[in-house]
C-alpha cells in the first residue's frame, strides 16, 4: 500500500479472503502482550450468530468482560450474565 507512515510502521497484513489476499490495518489500538487477530473474511454465507469458543475465552482470560462503562459516563446498562 502508498501509504509510508503505516508501512514503517507495519501496520499493514495480507488477510485471505476468497479466493485472494487482501491487505488490511492492524487495529488501531492494542493491549500489551496480544497479538491482533486477523482472520480470514468469511465467504458470502458463511456468517453465523455464533463466536468463537476460543475467542471468548481469550477474552475472559484478558479481562475483556468485565469492562463496563458506568451509565453516567456513556455506557449502556449490562446485566451480569452478559459480562461473564
Known amino acids: 500500500m502508498a501509504e509510508p507512515m503505516l508501512n514503517a510502521r507495519e501496520r499493514w497484513r495480507d488477510v485471505p479472503i476468497p479466493g485472494a489476499m487482501v491487505?488490511?490495518?492492524l487495529p488501531p489500538v492494542g493491549l500489551a502482550?496480544?497479538?491482533a487477530r486477523m482472520d480470514a473474511v468469511p465467504a458470502l454465507g458463511e456468517h453465523t450468530d455464533t463466536y468463537p469458543e476460543a475467542l471468548i475465552g481469550q477474552m475472559r482470560q484478558l479481562?475483556?468482560?468485565g469492562l463496563?462503562?458506568?451509565e453516567e459516563y456513556g455506557g449502556t446498562p449490562v446485566s451480569p450474565p452478559t459480562t461473564s
Open 23 to 25: 491487505p488490511a490495518l
Open 33 to 35: 502482550g496480544v497479538t
Open 63 to 65: 479481562g475483556i468482560f
Open 68 to 70: 463496563a462503562v458506568p
